[in-house]
């Protein structure tokens, strides 16, 4: 053993017999600290709006990639606590701000369908860019542009519906091709009424060979 250790040995020793040995730390609060921060309304309010966040872009077909939300803790004029919902635009798609004021729309209805009294502690929502890339994003277009009138988009014209033909009805003039028998036969029949009415109704002295139908 060096002196080093002696030293150190032997000042340990002695500090040892007049001082009380320390306690670790005591650790028995801290489950419950974290229990009672799990279950805090400000918690409870955060899972509540992460669940009705998840709702939204699954019944909407929004991608998760492209929306997100913060939420944060602020206060109004009243002093009361809230939450303030700032949602994230990820990825750069038209539509989502065009549909803005509907996304917020039904946020707060499923929001009061599980939390009837979110409108006291919902602050409000907020908008803001996070892409990655915006090369895809376009130019501001002309001062002027913003306010002349958009044209309105031309009405399509409704598609004209299919024509039923089932059934045993036959729409419009139809002429059906008779076989050359029947014509044939139809003439003949016609000639020899013809050739009679002429033996009735001729005279004595008319000596007319009887008509007969020509060859086809």
Known sequence: MGILDLLIGKKDAGGAKGRRPVAAASTQFAPSQSTQAANSPHQVRKDVLKMVMRELLMRNGIPNAWLSADLLRT???????????RFLMRHFEPRLMQHGPALEQEFTQRLLLLDPLAAEWLMGFSW???????SKCPPL?????WTVPQPE?????AAAAP?????DVIAGPVFIPRPADEVRSDLERL???????MKRHGK?????????????
Request: proline content about 9%; charged content about 25%.
């Open 153 to 157: 988009p031309a009405a399509q014209p």
């Open 128 to 134: 803001q860019f996070t892409l990655d890339d915006t």
């Open 191 to 197: 000639l020899a009424l013809r050739d009679e009415d």
């Open 204 to 216: 004595a002295g008319d000596h007319f060979a009887p008509t007969r139908p020509a060859k086809l």
């Open 163 to 167: 024509e039923d033909h089932s059934g």
């Open 141 to 145: 277009p002309n001062a002027q542009s």
């Open 75 to 85: 206060t109004n004029s009243k002093r009361e606590q809230g939450i303030h919902v």
